[in-house]
């Protein structure tokens, strides 16, 4: 028993390593992430304050309608944008890890202008790029929303309610990464004469028949998220009002400095190196695994959208567009 601990514990020590290196070399990268997302954030809230203004000083129908019509504009067009933008982001860090995993290191300068060609040179067009990304979690929260119907029935017990939402909370956590997880399948299987559909659905496929090594991180990475999101806030939150005084302005300002710093703990320390932790645990999972075919049609009868992506992976593959133009990054 003592043996299994230290071997667990040297496992815990070796992947954190890892983990950490990934995240201090690709720091700027990091950042410049977090800084987009706040850039977004406060934009998009500067334009509906500016529609929300013209409504209350026009005080007509009309300067309502244009305001309402302009605010649902914002709020979409944002929504694609960062997306978008948000997503390439995404991509190229998951090739970055990718990169580590095989090499055991990181480009040291130039990690945007390699994110970018790796994404490229892997998926071709940004737009097969986001299809792929929303018929996965499309696929995913099928599979998901089954697994919590299936285990509907807590509900009725005592305290059941409870113990539904921490399963909840726990399959959020072991799914939030998967798309990224199947991004770094399709990365590292560059090479390969199979299309980017049939790595995608044998990368979910695999990602299913590794989930107890992959629960295991999900499980970590769930108490981390809670501390860090919850926690955090609250013990922060209460030292502020003991601090200052609960009928103080300033408290109020004080909480919000609190929220966005941990904000800023979650964006740029948290996530990163959960994304890195879940994509490591999972390359590791897979190493000498074959995409089951049994469970492959079992997780298809759950979702439509996995269907989709397995019929797909048998179409011919559309050539590639490769050129510089696709994606902003």
Known sequence: MFCMATKKVKEVRVIFKRVKDIWSKTFGFTIVRAAWSLVYGLVKILLILLFLWLIVKTKNVAGLIIGLIG????????????????????????????????????????????????????????SIAALLDQLISGAVNQVTNFLVRAMSFLEKLPGGNFVLSLVKMFLKAATTFIDESVMSYIFINTKSDKSKWK?????????????????????????????????????????????IGFGSVAVYIVIGLMLLVIYAIEDIVVEPMLTASMILTYQDAIKEKTPSTALADKLSKFSSKLRKISQKADEPEEVPVTGGAGLGM
């Open 71 to 126: 605010i649902g504009i914002v709020l979409g067009i944002s929504k694609l944008f960062h997306r978008y933008i948000g997503y390439m982001l995404k991509l190229g860090y998951v090739a970055l890890i990718v990169e580590y995993q095989q090499t055991g290191s990181l480009p040291k300068e130039g990690q945007f202008a390699y994110a970018k060609n790796k994404v490229i040179g892997n998926l071709g067009s940004s």
């Open 199 to 243: 790595l995608a659905y044998e990368g979910i496929v695999l990602y299913g028949q590794s989930w107890k090594e992959i629960a295991k991180t999900a499980a970590s990475a769930s108490l981390i998220t809670i501390l860090v999101r919850y926690v955090l806030a609250f013990i922060l939150g209460i030292i502020a009002i003991s601090s």
